[in-house]
């Protein structure tokens, strides 16, 4: 054989192995990539069912109105007192004012009228009518808080939860949610084929991925922070009543709280607890209590009324009497009986004027469980979020 043939033979062998080698990595390229495929479609697949698990128990717990189980019956109860306090309050409130430099338009004296001529006569006893009027005032010397501020905590927090729980549930209900855990969701069902996409042409099947991918991930990027705006803010750990309700430079309203951190604060100050170790078939416990103060409060002035009715035979009077420093002889006041003005309010508070039981009771359901969907549940689906994300960063590089 001459040595051109030989020459041209190892070249063609050459060539023909080289072509082998190159089809056979090529070949385990395609395996290797086809295995990297079925491993992140796997993957994709089983996150998904974990999200869309704790997606169905979310749904499941607002779907026909079952959560306003937890707090609903309360929550009336509470918009009637505040209500006939706002009745108490706009009635005596020409006789409230703070002028100028800060005196008192009226003085608030407390007394009874004879049964022989109707002479006012003041009384001395434990609730004088200044102190009285600093409680029902809505600018309060000596202290930041009174009865009237006390109460009208309890009107915004309880209407915010209402709010908040309201607008957040029918949000979520919304095909076309602002929430990210909702649009992540709907992300598996607007792109069918997820996540590989062989039911499209190449060309179509990489902007369709590119495109599936990108939104998850930039979903999963806002999600904690709608999580801490919206449902649980670990980090608040105050509830700011004078700035319970956001307002826009536009004049729309917004919410500042969190949904939980609202929740738990309503549990606390409006709602008793309850101690199963008791004595006796009443175990609220009203310790740190808003309403429990404030029934407090005017049970003492009753016990004054009924203290006025047995010596005097005649009613308690709350008179307000203008503060004129001129020698005007006419003396411009204003004068309601106590029960009539109070009593509407206080039997929205209490069953009735003897054994003063409070009508507010714990739901029947434990209040925990009602944060634990918009707490605990949420965090899952962040948690699940994350791992997607993860997996798609693995699969992109």
């Known amino acids: 054989m001459s040595k051109r043939k030989i020459k041209l033979f190892t070249i063609s062998s050459l060539s023909l192995s080289l072509a082998t080698v190159s089809a056979s990595c090529q070949g385990s390229f395609y395996r290797q990539k086809d295995v990297f495929d079925t491993e992140f479609s796997k993957d994709m697949f089983d996150y998904y069912n974990q999200y869309k698990n704790v997606w169905t128990k979310i749904n499941k717990f607002i779907e026909n109105d079952s959560y306003k189980k937890y707090y609903l019956d309360n929550y009336k109860k509470i918009d ?30 407390l007394g009874y009228k004879t049964s ?62 602002d929430s990210l855990f909702k649009s992540f969701y709907n992300e598996f069902d607007f792109l069918p084929g997820w996540p590989l996409f062989k039911n499209l042409k190449n060309k179509e099947r990489h902007r369709y991925q590119s495109l599936f991918l990108d939104s998850l991930s930039k979903k999963y990027s806002g999600m904690q922070s709608e999580y801490s705006r919206k449902f649980f803010d670990s980090q608040k750990v105050n509830i700011d009543y004078k700035n319970i309700r956001g307002i826009t ?21 409006v709602l008793p607890e309850v101690d199963d170790s008791a004595n006796g078939s009443d175990k609220r416990l009203w310790k740190g209590n808003k309403i429990y103060e404030t029934v407090e409060f005017f049970k003492k ?56 039981n409070i009508k507010i009771y714990p739901s029947d359901l434990n209040y925990n469980d009602f944060a634990f969907v918009f707490k605990n549940l949420f965090q899952e689906l962040i948690d699940i979020s994350a791992k997607i994300d993860f997996t798609i960063k693995n699969y992109k590089n």
């Open 80 to 109: 009637l007192i505040t209500k006939e306090w706002k009745n108490v309050v706009d009635t005596i409130l020409p006789y409230m004012k703070i002028i100028e430099n800060g005196d008192q338009e009226y003085n608030l004296e």
């Open 301 to 356: 002035l009753y016990k004054t009324a009924e203290q006025v009715k047995k010596d005097h035979n005649s009613k308690l009077i709350l008179r307000f009497i203008k503060n004129d420093r001129s020698n005007n002889s006419n003396i411009n006041y204003k004068e309601y009986e106590f029960e009539t003005l109070f009593d509407k309010f206080i039997l929205s508070l209490v069953d009735d004027k003897e054994k003063w």
């Open 249 to 269: 430079p536009e004049g729309n309203t917004y919410h500042t709280h969190a949904l939980v951190n609202l929740w738990y604060e309503w549990n606390k100050v």
């Open 116 to 177: 022989t001529n109707g002479t006012f006569i003041p009384i001395n006893s434990s609730i004088k009518g200044a102190d009285l009027f600093n409680e029902l005032t809505d600018k309060p010397v000596g202290k930041e808080v009174n009865i009237r501020t006390n109460i009208g905590y309890i009107s915004i927090l309880n209407e915010e939860v209402n709010n908040i729980i309201s607008d957040y549930v029918k949000d979520l209900k919304e095909s076309k949610s």
